[in-house]
């Protein structure tokens, strides 16, 4: 297992997929979380209350919740574009027939390319966290604030949330890779479902009331009920759009972790069963 590990490791070093999603994360949560927030509060009229409550959550003291608050709603769809490319690419390059012949079985060999991305997510989550960081402070200094910065148990927590968070969306889109056999169906499918259908569900499920358990296992509620409970404050109280209240923390977690297990067995069970040429 762990050969299989250093081969998928290596694979995915030499293709540029990782490097591009990290990148793109990373300035999305550089621009959306701390850059446009501080535009807005810098044009709002000085005597606006919401204006003081705005420069609170870009400030280093805050890091640790607004750096996470971008994880269910985009993160999640950018975690999820990683893990079907992750196994979605072998069938569209035609690479599993000969990578299969020459090392681990099939089972083995797709649960080293879920521990890799999984790796992967997680160094992405943990190079973001640090640009968080930097924003904050940038911004703490323009406006003269001290740095007041959150404990390292917050930090940890935030960079740990963000990690699980990352690889159950990852592990959901490298399913969807080897179920649909490719990347764009894959795509279309997951991020069809993850953004709209997803969200048109917990919508309802605020009008129908019988629909209200259907929330608590929705990926895009346990991810946003886990940074909810974080210290993120949630939509409903002017927050990040997909930050809920839905699950308990540990409720959230397990949540996440099933996911992780299901899609994992799935993708394990279908190539393991299914020829592949």
Request: hydrophobic share 55%.
């Given at each position: 297992?762990?050969?299989?590990?250093?081969?998928?490791?290596?694979?995915?070093?030499?293709?540029?997929?990782?490097?591009?999603?990290?990148?793109?994360?990373?300035?999305?949560?550089?621009?959306?979380?701390?850059v446009v927030p501080y535009i807005i509060y810098s044009v709002l009229d000085p005597s606006d209350t919401s204006r003081g409550e705005l420069l609170d959550i870009l400030l280093p003291n805050a890091v640790a919740a607004t750096s996470l608050s971008s994880y269910p709603l985009f993160g999640g769809a950018i975690m999820l574009i990683l893990g079907v490319l992750v196994t979605g690419s072998e069938y569209r390059w035609g690479t599993?027939?000969?990578?299969?012949?020459?090392?681990?079985?099939?089972?083995q060999v797709l649960l080293a390319k879920v521990a890799v991305g999984a790796i992967?997510?997680?160094?992405?989550?943990?190079?973001?966290?640090?640009?968080?960081?930097?924003?904050?402070?940038?911004?703490?200094?323009?406006?003269?604030?001290?740095?007041?910065?959150?404990?390292?148990?917050?930090?940890?927590?935030?960079?740990?949330?963000?990690?699980l968070i990352s690889a159950a969306w990852m592990s959901v889109g490298a399913a969807l890779g080897v179920i649909f056999r490719g990347t764009t169906v894959a795509l279309a499918a997951g991020l069809l479902w993850t953004l709209a259908l997803e969200n048109a569900l917990s919508g309802l499920a605020g009008i129908l009331p019988g629909l209200e358990p259907v929330r608590y296992v929705l990926l895009s509620s346990a991810s946003g009920s886990l940074v909810g409970g974080m210290g993120a404050p949630t939509q409903g109280n002017g927050g990040t759009p997909g930050v809920v209240d839905y699950l308990s923390t540990p409720a959230a977690c397990f949540v996440l972790v099933a996911y992780?297990?299901?899609?994992?067995?799935?993708?394990?069970?279908?190539?393991?069963?299914?020829?592949?040429?």
């Amino acid at each position: 297992m762990i050969n299989a590990v250093a081969a998928e490791g290596l694979l995915l070093r030499k293709r540029m997929a990782p490097v591009v999603i990290g990148i793109a994360w990373i300035l999305m949560v550089v621009g959306f979380a701390f850059v446009v927030p501080y535009i807005i509060y810098s044009v709002l009229d000085p005597s606006d209350t919401s204006r003081g409550e705005l420069l609170d959550i870009l400030l280093p003291n805050a890091v640790a919740a607004t750096s996470l608050s971008s994880y269910p709603l985009f993160g999640g769809a950018i975690m999820l574009i990683l893990g079907v490319l992750v196994t979605g690419s072998e069938y569209r390059w035609g690479t599993w027939t000969a990578r299969l012949s020459q090392g681990p079985g099939r089972v083995q060999v797709l649960l080293a390319k879920v521990a890799v991305g999984a790796i992967a997510t997680t160094v992405i989550a943990a190079a973001a966290a640090v640009a968080a960081v930097i924003s904050s402070a940038v911004i703490g200094a323009v406006e003269g604030r001290s740095a007041d910065w959150p404990s390292i148990g917050a930090m940890a927590g935030s960079l740990g949330s963000a990690a699980l968070i990352s690889a159950a969306w990852m592990s959901v889109g490298a399913a969807l890779g080897v179920i649909f056999r490719g990347t764009t169906v894959a795509l279309a499918a997951g991020l069809l479902w993850t953004l709209a259908l997803e969200n048109a569900l917990s919508g309802l499920a605020g009008i129908l009331p019988g629909l209200e358990p259907v929330r608590y296992v929705l990926l895009s509620s346990a991810s946003g009920s886990l940074v909810g409970g974080m210290g993120a404050p949630t939509q409903g109280n002017g927050g990040t759009p997909g930050v809920v209240d839905y699950l308990s923390t540990p409720a959230a977690c397990f949540v996440l972790v099933a996911y992780i297990v299901l899609s994992t067995t799935v993708a394990a069970i279908l190539i393991r069963r299914r020829d592949i040429s």
